[in-house]
């Protein structure tokens, strides 16, 4: 038996590959669907720090590998062994991107179920407000998480 656990989550974006990806890295790009603001581009090797706007606390992020227009992957997990995001990304017919996204791993036991669902709805819906962001200019998650707020 598997002894960990990962959330998944994935969506097909109408644009092309290049501005999705450009869309995950560049923070001022991500603060129109995800972050409030962050430090930096995320890059490899770097780390930067996100705010959201529900949160008070600051999270720092550390950009692993990064194969432009391809893949991404990162750490947010705060030093935790093993907790990466990766990101993948690939085109779909002439200029539409299908967007992958997996965080492993979190244990096989009670905590970390709660840990991979919690995870895979908040995946869910990076990937719907990147899509809305990008394909409408409309960011939902202003005002989204306001009641947890506390």
């Known amino acids: 038996m598997n002894e960990n656990l ?3 989550a994935s969506i097909q974006i109408l644009k092309p590959i290049e501005e ?3 869309a995950i890295v560049d923070p001022e790009k991500m603060s ?3 972050i409030e603001r962050s ?3 995320l890059e490899e090797g770097v780390t930067v720090e996100w705010k959201f706007p529900e949160f008070e606390d600051i999270f720092p992020v550390t950009g692993k590998f990064i194969r432009p227009y391809d893949y991404i992957s990162f750490d947010w997990s705060g030093g935790e062994e093993g907790m990466v995001v990766e990101i ?3 085109p779909f ?3 539409f991107t299908v967007v992958r996204i997996k965080e492993s791993y979190m244990p096989a036991n009670e905590e970390g179920i709660k840990q991979a ?3 895979t709805e908040g995946w869910a819906n990076f990937l719907a407000s990147l899509k809305a962001s990008l394909e409408y200019g409309i960011n939902l998650r202003k005002g989204a998480f306001d009641f947890m707020k506390p």
């Open 32 to 34: 129109n669907y995800f």
């Open 93 to 95: 017919h002439d200029n």
């Open 20 to 22: 999705v990806f450009e």
């Open 88 to 90: 993948f990304l690939e």
């Open 117 to 119: 669902i919690g995870q």
């Open 6 to 8: 990962s959330a998944r």
């Open 39 to 41: 430090s930096g581009r």
